[in-house]
């Protein structure tokens, strides 16, 4: 007992033994801490890798195929998983990876085999981590407004390709909705689209084509519109008693007539009276008509001729009886005898009218044009007016196309900076404002019919009102592109393609009238606000305007644009001279700019695409200017652009991980 009770009171060695006794167990901890440490980080950067490769695939294929261009989607994808996994990492081994492609998802697996340090003493001799990652391109609600170049130049082809640059469009078009809509259309767009779309999404596209003008009209109220406005135009002088239409009313004559009966049933015989002698030759009265109505309205009125003078015809009906008559030999005596048919006399007549028109007064003048209005958005396609030939009236066409409201003028020559901030009184330029009861705020119906840019009795231009007999030449140009079209969904190809296949070249190129209402029609706190602020649901929007042009901004002091005719108008240039295109060409450019950072500033994606060789430098500095960051492109022939139009639809469908 006493060593036993010596030994229990020495604590020497005690805590040797402890530790000894501890060592096993505090291995297995630190061991397994490390082994787990080391699997943890192993596992990340594999996860990593994984991810990294599936979207870099997805991305790399694009709107395209999987196996397109010798697997490159798959090849893209294993690179960059191995940029960011290199085999033998952490001491790993045994590295398997596999990507695979199905309806538009990549899909990677990837495993290495971890040897362990510590934990083999446990017999834990390795572990194998695996990790799967997914990546497609899903579209949020989206509004994509197309704002085209639909000018003439459009119609050139450019050096390399074979067909013109209106098709080519056309085509990049397509393929940007088969790439963005996953729908597939008659565009060979180099694959079929991949992937699907969620229906519960919305994706709605809109246009505005755009040369000198854009047609918008219809896409109005009646009451955005004023009822009169002053145009560059013309009215007729006459002399003497005339009529509305400038015309001194002759004699009429009738010219003829005929007989016609309602059927041929005639009436029984009946006596009319008798005469005497033994024979009734000579005695039988003549056929004889009886009106018994009233010569009814004119009708079938034709006009003939026209100038000095002109023909008008017309008819009348009046009804009444035909009447037959014949002698029959009765106890001796002539009898005569009559019968009856029910019908009308028709009678043509004739009237030659001269004209009262002494001259024409050229001049700028007040029409009415409230009769396009036809109730809520409803529209007619045109009016009448007094301009035609010796003061006749003419029937006035409406294509579409607006004349601007208010809009800045400068002051002097030099439009630089005029634009930055955008002037008050610039109400043209203001994308949200809706019309209110001034003019100021309305638009006005774009009539080149009721136009004319005046000149004097030598051929200079003038802005003095001009008194002569001769019918003035035009003296302007006009171009009205294809009609814009709103946003909406266009869950089928043919819908979609066919309003594409409606753009046609014409025109010069104003860019900021394009621009201007692009950002209008989709803008969620304007015009249609109450359409684009937020899905049907109460959805958020993403909204992007895509502007394609090929070429320079063109304009031209005659033509016919929403700011009037630039030499005669001078809306927007000091009203003391007649502005050169030159000076038109900076305002636009100016004005371009100014629209380009209004956009941007409501939150809207701005890409800008600048088609063909035909771009100056300075040009493409102000397109690259205009775009949004890094959303410039520049194509040189129609196979590029359709590359252009696809990727960026595929950055608008927004590369996601699901998994």
Known sequence: M?????????????????????????????????????IYLVKTRLQHACDAGALAGRKQMAGGAWNANSDKARTTAEGIFNINYVPGSYGSNTLSKNFIENQGKVTGTASVTIPMTIMVIFGQSSKTIAVTCDAEMRIPNTDVMFVLDTTGSMASINSGDSDTKINGLKKAVKCFYEALAKVDTSADCGSNPTGTRNNDVQLRFGFVPYSSNVNVGRLLRNDWMVDSALYQSRKAKTTG??????????????????????SMNWSAWENFGSASGASCTGKIPADATEMTGSESAPYNETVSGGGASRVVSWSTNQDGRYYNYRGVMVSGKCQIQRRYINGYLKRNYQRTDTTGFKEYEYDQLTFNVSGLKAGGSSWSTGITAPVGAFGQTATIGWDGCIEERQTYQNSDDDPTGEFSPIPASALDMNIDMVPTGSDASKWRPLLPDLVWGRYDSVGNWTTAKVKTSSDLSRNYTYACPTAASKLKAYSSANTFESYVNTLYPNGNTYHDIGLLWGARLMSPTGLFGPENAFTSTGGEIERHLVFMTDGDTVTSNQGYTAHGIGWWDRRQTRSNAGPSSNLLTSVVNERTKALCSAIKSKNITLWVISFGSGVSSGAQALLESCASPNRYYVAANSATLISNFQQIADEISQLRLTK
Request: zero cysteines; a negative charge.
């Open 241 to 262: 008693n005339t009529d509305v239409d400038g015309y001194k009313e002759g004699k009429a004559d009738v010219v003829s007539t005929e007989q016609v009966p309602y």
């Open 2 to 38: 006493g060593f036993l009770n010596r030994l229990r009171d020495n604590e020497a060695g005690n805590v040797l033994v402890m530790v000894a006794a501890g060592f096993i167990p505090l291995l297995g901890f630190i061991g397994g801490g490390v082994d787990m440490a080391r």
